[in-house]
């Protein structure tokens, strides 16, 4: 029994151990199998990557990477995140330094993220935007190569430095957090706007931590791995995906309807700009629930009016109290729930751009110590306010008139209750916002409109010493002094800018009618002798406004007409350079079309025909034999209205003469703005006064129908004749702000002469004169009359 029982556990052993053997053997074939998977994985999925973004930038070796990085070496590090690290390379000889994003391997994710971010950046060049250099996918590796930003990022120099207890740089100055803040800014526009007619694209991951500083603090857009394309011409204005991102700086309209638009990159850099102003991260989980969240508080304290008790200490001794309300101001509205109602980032870029002038003015008068007394008196506060009335009458809506006082009384501590007066300096602000490619498709970031783009056609140097009679000696303009016209406009103060004009600010002004004298202060509306004026104050930072100014003057100077703005004189005295006209109370037609501000009412539909009959007969006598100019820059913003709301052309900075008789065009350097630019005129430089025709086409459109409208859309023309040429389509189109007060046959007949005016064909345009008479048919026959 015994060895029978000793016969069975050594039998029962062998089997256990044979069974262990064989599981053992097993286990490591699926182990092998596994990796001979994965390494087939990794390898095709490396081929294809190879594959689809083969020749779009420079493919490094796994070995010069390791050289670069002395084999990834921890002591390089420069930066962590969910991709992987940064490292600082070196390249031989040079030496030159790079930056190595090494990614993780094996992540499905990290490879779209690889491909995406060279798709993207191999395509795109942009002053903001960081330089893909090359990449590298050997073996299981995904590693990209940048240019090397020494600056590091915009977080580490608002909160995560001083978290460190790093102190080797001082803190950002307003200034320098205002210029990064417009860098950021217009590497955004040209993702959204200036990268090709076909595509625009949407970052997705707009944060402090994405936004690279170089040695001078110029700001540069990086980290494209979740970017998506949008079409420019799409049905839709979004797209629809999975929602990725960053929390804290997520568009509340993308994270519920997972409808991502260029609107959710506006939200994000809302909560940038927040980040600069009260220097803490977006998230501060350290904080109690309802502090959490950087933009629901601000949002929380901007409606209690308390605002300026979360402002970063260190820019408050420093930052002009206006300058700061022109940013708070931008910063809020792209923070609005509603996308619609959020600015695009070009409108980001121009009030930006304004806090930024505002802040340098009160600088230089600062340093220069420069206090003006009025009659013995300290001047009180003027604001920018009435620039940016349409931003703060929204927030005053919103919030409430008890929080706007508390707003305004508490957001900014100041030392004292009144401010020294801000000596002005050459704003160059561009309240067009129309941003535009150079000639390789680059967006010129540094010009921010398409008119200081163009005012680079070889300007004659003038001297600063020239006599002012030589230089214009026979206009019957009145040549105003300097000090006069510094007089006449209260030192050139915020409180009566009135907006931006073709080379500069625009000031109102008040002189006496009779002899041109300025007006005493004080004495502005009491007086009935005194004649209000507008005052442009030429920026000589812009290229070639020599040329520009003195074509604004010899055309104005000699022509008068009832529908051209009125030039009553001019001011060359030293360096100064201004222009005076005669002001126009209702602005421009832009503001009355597409202004946000609830100052102007919509126009009706019979001011909207008059006004464009008015604008017309401005060009028919531009056109005519005995004048032959051509404007050249015909849009809405260049048509003002005076009191009565006549029109008035104006801006004839680019204006040329016609050509010679028995010559058809005049060969000269394409310039003017994108979307009113006449196709053949933008592809040959043959200039024609049908080219003012067209451009005429597109504003007779944007009276119709309300709305803005781009160079895409009339290009195809499949949008016109889709509804321009049918009763239910015109009236799909037309502004519903004029919503019967037409009949369909008038509609159809102002659409008609609209299209007429767009013919792709220039020989098929109705000349100005013509336009004039079906425009006068339209307001007076009775059959077109409500």
């Known amino acids: 029994m015994t060895q029978n029982w000793s016969f069975l556990c050594g039998y029962t052993n062998i089997i256990v151990n044979g069974v262990i053997i064989v599981m053992t053997i097993l286990n490591c074939v699926v182990y092998k199998v596994r990796q001979l998977q994965e390494a087939e994985f990794v390898e095709q999925n490396n081929r294809l990557l190879s594959l689809s973004i083969r020749g779009l930038c420079f493919r490094f070796s796994l070995d010069q990477m390791q050289q670069a990085t002395s084999n990834f070496h921890e002591e390089l590090v420069i930066g962590k995140g969910g991709f992987g690290k940064v490292y600082k390379g070196t390249f031989e000889p040079g030496p030159t330094v790079i930056a190595i994003k090494r990614l993780h391997s094996m992540s499905s994710q990290g490879s779209t993220e690889f491909r995406t971010e060279i798709e993207m950046l191999s395509k795109l060049r942009h002053s903001h935007l960081v330089s893909l250099i090359g990449y590298c996918d050997e073996g299981y590796e995904m590693i990209l190569v940048y240019e090397f930003m020494p600056g590091g990022t915009l977080a580490e120099h608002l909160h995560k430095r001083a978290r460190k207890g790093n102190t080797s740089s001082p803190p950002l100055s307003w200034v320098q957090r205002l210029q990064i803040c417009i860098g950021a800014a217009r590497g955004l526009d040209y993702l959204h706007t200036g990268t090709g007619n076909q595509h625009r694209i949407i970052h997705r991951d707009v944060k402090t931590t994405n936004i690279l500083l170089d040695e001078n603090y110029a700001a540069k857009i990086s980290d494209f791995g979740l970017s998506k394309v949008s079409p420019a011409n799409q049905a839709n204005t979004f797209v629809s995906t999975n929602v990725k991102g960053t929390f804290g700086y997520l568009d509340p309209y993308y994270f519920t309807t997972r409808r991502l638009t260029r609107k959710s990159d506006v939200y994000s850099f809302g909560v940038v700009l927040l980040e600069v102003l009260c220097g803490r991260p977006a998230v501060e989980s350290s904080l109690e629930e309802e502090q959490m969240g950087l933009a629901g508080w601000a949002q929380y304290c901007l409606k209690e009016g308390i605002l300026g008790q979360i402002i970063d200490p260190g820019i408050n001794d420093e930052a002009f109290h206006d300058s700061l309300e022109v940013f708070v101001k931008i910063a809020f509205q792209c923070l609005h729930s509603r996308p619609r109602d959020r600015p695009t980032m070009g409108e980001v870029v121009v009030c930006l751009e304004s806090a930024l002038a505002v802040q340098e003015q009160y600088t230089a008068s600062t340093l220069a110590e420069d206090s003006i007394v009025n009659h013995g008196h300290e001047i009180n506060d003027y604001s920018f306010n009435e620039v940016y009335n349409a931003v703060h009458n929204q927030e005053t809506r919103k919030h409430g008139a008890v929080a706007d006082r508390g707003y305004r009384a508490e957001k900014f501590p100041r030392t004292t209750r009144k401010q020294k007066y801000v000596k002005p300096a050459n704003i160059t602000v561009n309240r067009n916002a129309k941003t535009t490619r150079g000639d390789n498709g680059v967006l010129n970031s540094d010009q921010s409109s398409a008119k200081y783009q163009q005012l680079t056609e070889n300007p004659p140097v003038i001297s600063t010493d020239r006599n002012r009679e030589e230089i214009m000696p026979s206009l019957e303009l009145k040549s105003f002094a300097f000090n006069d016209l510094s007089v006449a406009t209260r030192k050139f103060h915020p409180k009566f800018m009135l907006g931006q004009g073709s080379f500069g600010c625009l000031f109102k002004g008040w002189v006496d009618e009779n002899t041109f004298a300025a007006a005493k202060w004080g004495?502005?509306?009491?007086?009935?002798?005194?004649?209000?004026?507008?005052?442009?104050?030429?920026?000589?930072?812009v290229q070639g406004y020599e040329k520009c100014l003195h074509a604004e003057i010899n055309f104005l100077g000699r022509l008068c007409h009832p529908y051209l703005i009125k030039l009553i004189g001019y001011c060359l005295e030293e360096e100064h350079r201004l222009l005076v006209y005669e002001f126009m109370p209702q602005g421009s037609l832009e503001k009355h079309l597409f202004g946000k501000d609830s100052y102007f009412q919509p126009l009706s539909w019979n001011l909207r025909i008059s006004i464009a009959l008015g604008a017309a007969k401005g060009l028919a006598f531009l056109h005519s034999p005995e004048v032959n100019v051509i404007h050249r820059d015909f849009r809405t913003s260049t048509i003002l209205l005076d009191s009565k709301y006549n029109a008035k052309l104006s801006n004839f900075g680019l204006a040329k003469e016609g050509p010679e008789q028995g010559r058809t065009h005049v060969s000269t350097r394409v310039m003017g703005t994108s979307g009113y630019l006449a196709p053949e005129y933008a592809a040959t430089g043959h200039l024609t006064?049908?080219?003012?025709?067209?451009?005429?086409?597109?504003?007779?459109?944007?009276?119709?129908?309300?709305?803005?409208?781009?160079?895409?859309?009339?290009?195809?023309?499949?949008?016109?004749?889709?509804?321009?040429?049918?009763?239910?389509?015109v009236l799909y189109v037309m502004d519903v702000h004029i919503q019967g007060q037409y009949t369909v046959k008038a509609a159809l007949r102002a659409a008609s002469l609209a299209l007429k005016c767009l013919s792709v064909d220039s020989k098929s345009r109705p000349d100005a004169s013509q336009v004039v008479e079906v425009l006068e048919h339209l307001q007076n026959s009775k059959k077109y009359q409500k």
């Open 523 to 541: 004495s502005f509306i009491r007086n009935s002798r005194n004649l209000v004026i507008a005052v442009e104050r030429i920026n000589q930072g």
């Open 689 to 729: 006064k049908k080219s003012d025709v067209y451009s005429f086409g597109v504003v007779l459109l944007e009276i119709l129908t309300g709305r803005r409208l781009t160079d895409e859309i009339l290009a195809t023309r499949a949008w016109a004749k889709c509804y321009l040429t049918s009763k239910h389509g």
